[in-house]
């Protein structure tokens, strides 16, 4: 019994010591991602973040930022200049058992633009791609509530154009 306090802090430090230090680097890549003005990325849409848009979008559900070396997409690797790329990916659980993945290229300085890589949603393990400006329809069709209609449409129709 007196060695239960010592096996549990010798077993708390081992866990301590074997976490994964993050690269402070890309913790500063994540923060770039998440403040990315989505109309730099598609000038249809407004001027607020990819973190604010998503969190508005998505009801605030949340979203898993993490960084990938970018071996998906060689041919931004071949933009810029080898091993300073790395991409960030962003994913929202949607309500209906879907996800939306977004995948943004950006570099370990800020000196090139972020560039929109690729957006999806992925249903049964199958990734649909989408454009940016889609996501707020592809998120309607995950089950949130939509306004209900207090009138047929054939109500609102002149007549002579229901059928």
Same mark, same amino acid.
């Given at each position: 019994?007196?060695? +239960?306090?010592?096996?549990?802090?010798? %077993?708390?430090?081992?866990?301590?010591? !074997? $976490? /994964?230090? +993050?690269?402070?680097?890309?913790?500063?890549? #994540?923060?770039? !991602? /998440?403040?990315?003005? #989505?109309?730099?990325?598609?000038?249809?849409?407004?001027?607020?973040?990819?973190?604010?848009?998503?969190?508005? *979008?998505?009801?605030?559900?949340?979203? *898993?930022? $993490?960084?990938?070396?970018? =071996? *998906?997409?060689?041919?931004? %690797?071949?933009?810029? *200049?080898?091993?300073? =790329?790395?991409?960030?990916?962003?994913?929202?659980? %949607?309500?209906? $058992?879907?996800?939306?993945?977004?995948?943004?290229?950006?570099? +370990?300085?800020?000196?090139?633009?972020? /560039? %929109?890589?690729?957006?999806?949603?992925? /249903?049964?393990? #199958?990734?649909?791609?989408? $454009?940016?400006?889609?996501?707020?329809?592809?998120?309607?069709?995950? =089950?949130?509530?939509?306004?209900?209609?207090?009138?047929?449409? +054939?109500?609102?129709?002149?007549? =002579?154009?229901? !059928?």
């Amino acid at each position: 019994m007196r060695w +239960r306090p010592t096996i549990s802090l010798v %077993l708390l430090s081992c866990s301590l010591f !074997a $976490q /994964k230090r +993050r690269d402070p680097s890309l913790s500063q890549v #994540i923060a770039r !991602a /998440k403040q990315v003005i #989505i109309s730099t990325l598609d000038p249809a849409l407004p001027d607020i973040t990819l973190e604010s848009f998503l969190a508005y *979008e998505t009801h605030h559900r949340p979203t *898993e930022w $993490q960084t990938t070396n970018c =071996g *998906e997409f060689p041919l931004y %690797l071949a933009e810029i *200049e080898r091993g300073n =790329g790395i991409c960030v990916q962003a994913f929202t659980s %949607l309500v209906d $058992q879907r996800v939306l993945m977004i995948t943004l290229g950006l570099t +370990r300085h800020a000196s090139h633009p972020t /560039k %929109l890589l690729s957006v999806s949603v992925i /249903k049964e393990g #199958i990734e649909h791609p989408i $454009q940016l400006i889609d996501v707020p329809a592809a998120i309607q069709q995950s =089950g949130f509530p939509r306004p209900s209609r207090r009138y047929p449409l +054939r109500d609102v129709l002149p007549l =002579g154009h229901a !059928a």
